[in-house]
């Protein structure tokens, strides 16, 4: 089925949370004998810090910037680890950083792991900090998460924060990451946040990780409006597992999960819906139909009976995902 996954948190799992096992055994919901079985070609590992871990020192509070100068350290520590991973596990997963190298490695019999940075006020008003991210393999970054950075602000059920878009910093930072050939991710960001970016932006732009707000009125999710401005960047959403996301809190059902492709489709058309599972990215769910990656022919198999075809769920599954990272990373 080769399935391209936009958003894991495995490896925050991994590092800060469990702080045990690793690619090969873990108890998270993506490893790579998981990936085999879930048919995955290529996944989308987040480098992602939770701002609210670092805002104290030796037993002090510290300021937001200081925060964050430490979430970019430990986002470098992240970067490390997976690079130790992908040695010691060289038999059955490699680095990607373009289209090409995901059929390379696909020839090989790996799976193809990107990284990517969730969270983008790490890089705390240094716009060189891209360029040493894009270095050392980040081809995607989700520019906001729960909170206003120096980029700009993130979705609320404030209204007044909801309208609130890009800093000028936040500008410089889109137009840089276009020069690099970095996707821009607009998960988390408040309303404003996106319209700033779909101006400034050239090229597709990605929403890894979001559903539709139509069947579920959640800030996280998309409006209408907002599938139709990505479908026109050539951009794409990546459908999240996440119950609070899909409809039903506490459970992550498969229905809920056609429904919103099918939504996706009818609002973007078919080049638009991709995969963004958000595995190992949230907790409280009771019940999952798809608890891990390797049930993914289970999704395969319910768009199949809701009349999609092996072309069309193609192109869910892979196809309109490579199509972007082909066009902005190369």
Known sequence: MNLIDMHCDTLWQLIDLKKQGNLMENDCSVSIPYMKKGGTLAQFFACFTYLEDYLTEGGKNVGKEDGYESCYAHVLQMIDYMEEQVRIFSGDIAFAFSGEDIMKNKSE??????????????????????????????????????????????????????????????????????????????????????????????????????????????????????????????????????????????????????????????????????????????????????????????????LKKKGLGEAELEKIWNGNALRVITEVCG
Not at 144 to 156: A, D, F, K, L, V
Not at 161 to 187: P, Q, T, W, Y
Not at 241 to 262: D, P, Q, R, V, W
Request: glycine share 12%.
């Open 109 to 302: 019999g790996k799976i193809s792991a990107f990284l990517t940075v969730e969270e983008g006020g790490i890089l705390n008003q240094n716009l060189e900090r891209l360029s040493v991210l894009y270095d050392k393999g980040i081809r995607l970054i989700t520019l906001m998460w729960n909170y206003e950075n120096c980029i700009g602000w993130p979705g609320s059920r404030d209204t007044k924060i909801m309208c609130r878009g890009l800093k000028s910093f936040g500008i410089e930072a889109v137009e840089e990451m276009n020069r690099l050939g970095i996707i821009v991710d607009v998960s988390h960001a408040s309303d404003g946040t996106f319209r700033d970016i779909m101006r400034y932006a050239k090229g597709p732009v990605i929403a890894s990780h979001s559903n539709c707000r139509a069947l579920c009125s959640h800030p996280r999710n998309l409006s209408d409006e907002m599938i139709h401005r990505l479908a026109e960047s050539g951009g794409a959403a990546g459908l999240n597992f996440y119950g609070n996301f899909l409809g039903t809190e506490k459970e992550s059902c498969i229905e809920e999960m056609t429904a919103h492709i099918l939504h996706m489709i009818q609002k973007g058309g078919i080049g638009f819906p991709v995969i963004g599972t958000d595995f190992d990215g949230f907790d409280g769910m009771e019940h999952m139909d798809i608890p891990d990656v390797s049930g993914m022919e289970m999704l395969w198999e319910a």
